[in-house]
């Protein structure tokens, strides 16, 4: 299709003056490297487009988005979802997320040395990794997450939480640590989140910062532009943390990166760190001169397999011009703007998660798989990570629909 063109990496007249300032060091001047849109829910309050762009002082990659701060606090607290602790993150059921934030937990234990540290989760969605905490012997915990139902689930862990955002007034000045794991990639307006975080740690407190890892996308690629969604709006390296830290006074004591464990067969890279307060008041920032290559990579690779998926779905639609589409997630929205998918008869959407459901999209009912009735109508799964369960509960609901995947 002609909007694939639009992935092909441009090496010149591609620079702008970004409307949202580079989130590290409050610079305009950005080269464009690639425009993502989507197809979003009618009342969804996101933005259905923004442009990535990589920082020309510092090297960062970010969306420019025009959706403020205040939208995404309103969207995590209304659509939040992690919402639904089976097909969410966060909390403890899932056993490969769980896993996760034990090892997490295990990390922060590890450094602080002290069960008697006051420690607050920002972003705590299901509470999973305080969880761990207790479970380690720590007490004095605490959780802050936009999402009600997140808070209530964090509570039924018996731990304390509370709904709110890095923008709210909070205890000021109380905790030893403060977690942000996987939080500021979400984040606006990132300054404005560290100078909270500052606001709320005690003088010698440590801050706890991990996010998933740019510098790595293209290795761990399974789906194309997996990291570029309504959610993601910051794609870090450790050398951008660095920088951005380092300009609140902030200094690595010690960080490196991981790989997670997200499925089976399944991983992720993330970059972590533990940060403290050195009273130097003085930090030069050093360009990252290595993201931009290893995302542009990313970014070819992701057209490659886009390419490949909307072929396999143009034959699958010339034999079934009617189907149905299991998914509203973050690749079916890009499928329903960048392939021939935009254009196919779809006579309703599914999805497992109940914060999507009783939504539109493209003015189409988004129902749970309990609502499906017609056992004719194809069923295209949009999902390259789930894929093969969907299948499965769909053999185990006794449909006999033709299954297509998203590839061969």
């Known amino acids: 299709m002609e909007s694939l063109e639009r992935f092909i990496i441009k090496k010149d007249n591609n620079m702008k003056f970004a409307s949202r300032p580079c989130p590290v060091c409050n610079h305009h001047q950005a080269d464009v490297l690639h425009t993502q849109r989507f197809e979003l829910p009618e009342d969804h309050p996101l933005s259905n487009g923004y442009d990535v762009v990589v920082c ?118 109380v905790f030893d640590c403060i977690i942000l794991s996987h939080t500021l990639e979400h984040v606006q307006d990132v300054q404005g989140a560290i100078n ?15 996010t998933p890892d740019a510098t790595r996308y293209v290795d761990f690629l399974y789906a194309p532009l997996q990291d570029f969604n309504t959610e993601h709006i910051n794609h870090f390296s450790l050398k951008c943390l660095t920088n951005l830290m380092g300009e609140y006074d902030f200094a690595l004591i010690n960080g490196g990166s991981k790989t997670l464990a997200i499925g089976s067969e399944l991983f992720y890279p993330a ?62 929205m890009k499928l329903l703007i960048e392939t021939s998918l935009a254009h196919a008869n779809i006579l309703a959407f599914i999805d497992n998660n109940p914060i999507n459901r009783g939504r539109t999209l493209k003015h189409i009912p988004v129902i749970g798989p309990d609502q499906l009735q017609d056992s004719v109508t194809p069923i295209v799964i949009t999902t390259m990570l789930h894929h093969q369960a969907i299948a499965e509960q769909i053999k185990q609901m006794g449909l006999k629909n033709e299954i297509i995947f998203l590839a061969e």
Not at 196 to 210: C, F, H, M, Q, T
Not at 292 to 318: F, G, P, T, W
């Open 56 to 173: 020309l002082q510092c090297g960062f990659i970010y969306a420019d988005t025009s959706v403020t701060q205040a939208d995404y606090d309103r969207f995590y607290a209304k659509y939040s979802k992690y919402e639904d602790s089976k097909t969410g993150t966060g909390g403890v059921e899932n056993p490969y997320d769980w896993r996760r934030q034990q090892e997490t937990a295990h990390q922060i234990a590890n450094f602080l040395q002290n069960p008697n540290a006051s420690i607050l989760d920002v972003g705590c969605a299901n509470g999973g990794i305080l969880k761990a905490l207790q479970e380690l012997g720590y007490r004095n915990l605490c959780g802050i997450d936009p999402s009600l139902t997140c808070v209530e689930n964090t509570r039924r862990l018996g731990i304390e939480a509370h709904q709110g955002s890095l923008f709210q007034p909070f205890k000021e000045h």
């Open 196 to 210: 909270w975080i500052e606001n709320n740690l005690k003088s010698d407190g440590v801050i706890y910062l991990e």
């Open 271 to 332: 970059i972590y760190g533990f940060w403290k307060q050195n009273g130097a008041n003085e930090y030069n920032l050093t360009k990252d001169e290595n993201l931009r290559n290893e995302v542009e990579k990313y970014i070819q690779r992701s057209a490659e397999i886009l390419k490949r998926i909307d072929i396999h779905l143009q034959k699958a639609l010339a034999r079934s011009p009617k189907i149905i589409v299991w998914g509203t997630g973050q690749l079916a």
